[in-house]
C-alpha cells in the first residue's frame, strides 16, 4: 500500500514539472504580469527603485536596515504576482546557500556568532534578488526597452535586452521541440523498479544535455532571419533618428500611482533608518 502511494506521488510529481509546466510558468513570469500594481508603474520608476534596492544593500551591513528593505521587496514581489516556480527556486537558491555556509562553517570550528553575519549575507542576498523579480517580472520587453532608453542607454543595448525577452518563448518552444525529437528516435530504459528509475533519470538528463548544441544552432538561425528583417524595415536608421526616439519615448508618462510608489518606498527606508539608528 505505501509502495503504491510513494508510486503515485513520484508521478503527480513529475507530472507537476513537465515541460509544458515550466513554459507556463516562465512565460507567465516574463508575460502574464501586465494587470498588476507593479505593471501600471512608469518604467523609469521602476529602473531608478530597482537601481537602489539593487545596489545600496550590497554597501550596508545594519541588520534592522536590511530586513526592511526585505519586507519591503517581499512586498512588491506579492504585488507583482510572480510565478510560483521563479519564488521556489529563489527560496531554494538563497537559503540553501546560506545554510550550507553556516553548516561549513559550524564544521571548520566556528560558533553561533556566524548567524549574524549569515543572517545579513542572506538578507542581502534575498533583497536584491527579490528586487530583480519584481521589476523584471512586471515589465514587458517593450517597456524596458523605452525605459533603458531613456536614461540614455544605447539603442541597441536595450533593444538588445527587449529581443532577449522575445527570444524566451521560441527558445522553449524550440527545446520542446528537440527533446521530443530525441524521444522518439531514441530507446528509454524501463523504470519500474528502483535501478530502472535512476537510469531513466540518467537517460533524460543525457537527453536535456545533447539537445543544448541543436538547440543553439536553430535559434541561430532564427535569429539571423529576425535581423535581416530588421535590416529591411531600416532598423538601423530609426535606431539613431531622433525623430522616432521621441515618439518612442512619448508614451512614457508619470502618474500620481507613481509618485505614491516612491514616496511609500521612501518612507518605509526612512522608518527603517531610524529605527536601526534607535536600536
Known amino acids: 500500500m505505501m509502495e503504491k502511494m510513494m508510486s503515485k506521488l513520484s508521478e503527480n510529481i513529475l ?38 534596492f539593487g545596489l545600496v544593500p550590497w554597501f550596508v551591513n545594519d541588520l534592522p536596515f536590511l530586513l526592511g528593505c526585505f519586507l519591503l521587496v517581499m512586498v512588491t514581489t506579492l504585488l507583482a504576482r510572480v510565478a510560483g516556480l521563479v519564488l521556489f527556486l529563489f527560496a531554494l537558491g538563497v537559503f540553501s546557500q546560506t545554510g550550507y555556509l553556516f553548516l561549513v562553517t559550524l564544521l571548520f570550528g566556528g560558533d553561533a556568532s556566524a548567524i549574524s553575519p549569515m543572517l545579513i549575507l542572506t538578507l542581502k542576498v534575498a533583497t536584491i534578488s527579490l ?75 543525457k537527453i536535456i544535455v545533447e539537445s543544448f548544441y541543436p538547440l543553439m544552432l536553430n535559434t ?32 512614457l508618462k508619470i502618474t500620481d500611482n507613481d509618485l505614491l510608489f516612491l514616496a511609500i518606498s521612501a518612507l518605509w527606508v526612512a522608518l527603517s533608518v531610524l529605527f536601526s539608528t534607535l536600536l
Open 131 to 205: 528586487a530583480s523579480v519584481t521589476v523584471f517580472s512586471g515589465l514587458d520587453p517593450d517597456r524596458l526597452s523605452n525605459g533603458l532608453m531613456w536614461y540614455g542607454c544605447p539603442e541597441r543595448l536595450s533593444f538588445s535586452i527587449s529581443y532577449a525577452y522575445r527570444m524566451l518563448p521560441m527558445l522553449m518552444e524550440e527545446f520542446q521541440n528537440v527533446l521530443l525529437s530525441y524521444r522518439l528516435r531514441g530507446n528509454p530504459p524501463a523504470h519500474d523498479t528502483l535501478t530502472g528509475k535512476v537510469r531513466y533519470l540518467i537517460y533524460q538528463v
Open 220 to 251: 541561430a538561425k532564427r535569429s539571423r532571419t529576425t535581423v535581416e528583417a530588421l535590416e529591411l524595415r531600416g532598423y538601423r536608421y530609426a535606431a539613431v533618428n531622433k525623430t522616432v526616439k521621441k515618439i518612442k519615448l512619448s508614451t
Open 15 to 52: 507530472d507537476k514539472f513537465s515541460m509544458d509546466f515550466l513554459r507556463n510558468q516562465v512565460l507567465k513570469n516574463a508575460y502574464g504580469n501586465d494587470d498588476t500594481v507593479i505593471a501600471a508603474l512608469d518604467p523609469r520608476i521602476l529602473i531608478a527603485w530597482y537601481l537602489f
